[in-house]
């Protein structure tokens, strides 16, 4: 199959069906990118725009880079992506005020007229006829042997610099996200002399399990109904992204603010 | 069907992610869109080295991704960082250019 497809004529009916079938998937994907309101949503449409490219990839003969994008960008980016997502709060949804006032029209005008700028200058162009890049691959014995030896040989001073950018993202990654201990390290000892002088020496209630709620943002009901707020980890709390139930809220709508919570 | 068709789906693509970080306001979402014009100039890159009948296309295209990898690194942690100390990971928030 790699060589049908490092060889085949520079356009097929096959690649245009799959062209017209994957191009608008992936304009839609990029544009749900954009008006997704919750991140998550954004991250999987992303997902979906990625694994498009790489088809596109292969059907111009990237058959390495393709492989190397689903690896890459459906496999470690968008894991990093959902990573970060779900730490920051899966449900804090994008705010559309606008701060600097016309900046939406203004935006939206700026990207229209560039990309009718970019439109007309690739129309404007001329191409030769697409060669392809079987005799490319032929000259050095196969595909991932043609992109080996120009990496390795043209292009090796430009990898030893990417992989001084890799390492040094690593460490800076690891910089950024270090955080010094400004206190000792609580053992066992202090951390069980703590928990009696604390106050709370049993633990916490677990969260509620309901019919329709079962997760640790949704805090149990204590026998008069009202919310255990300890139930729901601090993190969650703090956040603001705690669930009271249907009925706490049909309880609150009844009583309509008459006890302190 | 025109190879030149890849270039235009490149530019439309392109032309989204530049709204995207113009429009959106999660810092999130704005890097997405970043990866998004990135991953455009990529298809630019593989269709030019198809039209040229040449390899080195889809090398630069390699590299490209290998430096958007390890931009999407650096630009999480600063992301996390800022949410750490500011409970926001909207670009508005920090404004002071301090932590």
Known sequence: MIELLSTTPPTSTGEAVAFWFLAPITVIAAVMIVVSRKAVHSALWMATTMIVLAVLYIMQGGIFLGVVQVVVYTGAVMMLFLFVVMLVGVDASDSFVETLRGQRVAAILLATGFGVLMVAGVSRATFQEAVGVGAANDAAGGHVEAIAEAIFTRYVFTFEIVSIVLVTAAVGAMTLTHKERLTPRKLQPELSVERIRGGHPTPYPSPGVYAQHNAVDTPALLPDGSPAEDSVPEELRRQGTVRYTELEAARESEQEGGDTR | ?99
Do not use: H, W
């Open chain 2, 1 to 99: 069907m025109n190879p030149e068709n890849y270039l235009y789906l490149a530019s439309i693509l392109f032309v989204i992610g530049a709204v995207g970080v113009l429009l959106r306001r999660n810092a999130i979402v704005v890097f997405m869109c970043i990866e998004l014009m990135l991953n455009a100039s990529n298809l630019a890159f593989v269709s030019f080295a198809r039209l040229n009948g040449n390899i080195d296309g889809q090398v630069i295209a390699f590299f490209v991704m290998v430096v958007a990898a390890a931009e999407v690194v650096i630009g999480l942690a600063i992301i996390v960082t800022i949410f750490r100390t500011r409970r926001s990971a909207s670009v508005d928030d920090p404004n002071l250019l301090k932590l």
